[in-house]
């Protein structure tokens, strides 16, 4: 029994005013929230921007959540998350739009007004407060009784395994325990909205994975609504509902994270997720269509796209003998690490990165060739690196026979990777192309 489950096993009436029972599930069906999400819960941005003098950190943003979902703000750093964030919970006054949770426009509201709880990038904890009277803090200024807040305090310092520090101050914890402590803080709160700024970013990975996943089946046993704003793609892959990712305080996308993996909407987008990124190379024009830039041997795509960038994900890419089709290419090098390796590659004037499984025994300076499906040719626009509805040439062969096989030397002796039993799904009609194998 994890802990998330021990939380909800001892979840008592008290824990959320709005919980009347009413949004149980009807008998015979399994609970899957013990709060069901309330349109209370809704969160819309028309239009919201943040200006300092002349600095724009948020440029005119929307976005609706629904009730119950979980939505991560992803982007580099200084993109507008924390803004966008701190806008949302009050914290910080919009410039221009509107705010909207509910039915309510909290646009020019105090934090306190809104009802929702944060964990901050900054764990902003009180020095002088042991880590027990900062984690019930607000219970105490809401005025729940003493006996209550124990037996919450209890359950949400196990959660976050902060039951021995109770006592300490914020200054004698690690970076970890303080996010811990702020993470607590927020959970106890029980408010049915709470905004999350990076707060996993300094524990290790053990308890990061286990914070994530803990995180996640919290929301969703409370049904509670979360924006959730990070940097690392394999948090926003793994929680979220829905991904907003930012770049120079604009959206460049709003989608799963199987659209944004699948189908990037700019260059910006098809870099952002995925490790290693997405390849982008340049395409020029060539006799029979458009062909990597320096590589004038193989097009990839018909005319129509020279001139603009080609994305191919590292794992779509097919290694294959130098006298096999497809498009010529050089091994570079090789970085092996465990499951699969990396492997660097010339083609004309451009590099590329292909994952392989295992360790394959490559040379560097040996040439091969390099294939792909039509569904993993991405294109985007030179000028504003916008997705461009371009169908690129299908250049995996008909059938996975002709692939190389491992421990069957080539005619170079190099290498080649078997992708055999990938190729047959995909040739026999797999809909998912592009899914993370
Ligand atoms: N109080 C402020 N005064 C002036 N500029 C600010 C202020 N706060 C933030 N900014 C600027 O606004 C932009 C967005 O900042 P924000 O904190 O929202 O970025 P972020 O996406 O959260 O980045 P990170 O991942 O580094 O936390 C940055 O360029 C930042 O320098
Ligand atoms: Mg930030």
């Known amino acids: ?110 934090p306190g007004d809104r009802g929702i709880s944060m964990v901050f990038q900054s764990y902003a904890l009180f020095p002088h407060l042991s880590v027990a009277d900062n984690i019930v803090f607000g219970l105490r200024s809401r005025k729940v009784p003493k006996a209550e807040r124990r ?45 999350m700024d990076e707060p996993l970013s300094n524990l290790d990975a053990r308890l990061r994975g286990e914070m994530r996943r803990e995180i996640k089946a919290l929301q969703q046993r409370l049904g509670m609504t979360v924006i959730y704003v990070t940097h690392d793609q394999v948090e926003a892959m793994s929680m979220g509902d829905r991904v907003i990712l930012m770049q120079g305080g604009k959206i ?25 990124a997405m390849n982008l190379v340049s395409l020029a024009a060539a006799a029979d269509g458009a062909v990597i830039e320096g590589e004038p041997r193989c097009s990839v795509a018909s005319h129509e796209a020279k001139g603009h960038w080609l994305g191919i994900r590292p794992e779509e890419i ?48 040996s040439p091969c060739r390099l294939q792909w499906r039509s569904e993993a040719a991405h294109f985007f626009a030179a000028e504003d690196g916008q997705r461009l509805a371009i169908v690129g040439h299908d250049l995996a062969a008909p059938s996975g026979r002709q692939r190389f096989q491992p421990g069957r030397a080539g005619a170079e002796g190099n290498v080649v990777q078997e992708r055999e039993a990938q190729a047959s799904s995909h040739h026999a009609g797999n809909d998912t192309p592009g899914v993370n194998r």
């Open 1 to 110: 029994m994890t802990a998330m489950q021990r939380l909800d096993g001892h979840r008592g009436s008290s824990m959320n005013p709005d919980n009347n029972n009413q949004n149980q599930a009807p008998r015979g069906q399994p609970p899957h929230r013990l709060v069901g999400p309330s349109d209370s819960q809704r969160i819309r941005l028309e239009a919201v921007s943040k200006r300092w003098g002349e600095s724009v950190a948020v440029d005119g943003i929307g976005f609706d959540v629904v009730p119950g979902e979980f939505v991560i703000m992803l982007g580099p750093s200084g993109c507008g998350k924390s803004t966008t964030l701190r806008m949302i919970a009050g914290l910080e006054q919009a410039s221009a739009g509107r705010i909207h949770i509910g039915e309510r426009d909290v646009t020019y509201l105090p």
């Open 151 to 195: 037996e919450r305090l209890a359950r949400v310092a196990e959660l976050v395994d902060l039951q021995v520090y109770l006592e300490r101050k914020p200054a004698q914890l690690s970076g970890g325990q303080r996010q811990r402590v702020a993470l607590a803080r927020a959970i106890i709160s029980e408010h049915p909205i709470c905004l």
């Open 252 to 276: 460049e996308q709003d989608g799963t994270p199987a659209e944004l993996y699948d189908r990037p909407a700019t260059a910006f987008a098809a870099s952002f997720i995925g490790s290693p």
């Open 318 to 365: 097919y290694l294959l003998p130098a006298d096999a089709p497809g498009v010529p290419a050089e091994v570079i090098d090789a970085e092996y690490l465990g499951a699969d390796s990396i492997v660097r590659l010339k083609v004309g004037s451009q590099q590329l990165r292909a994952r392989l499984d295992g360790k394959p025994a490559l040379t560097a300076g």
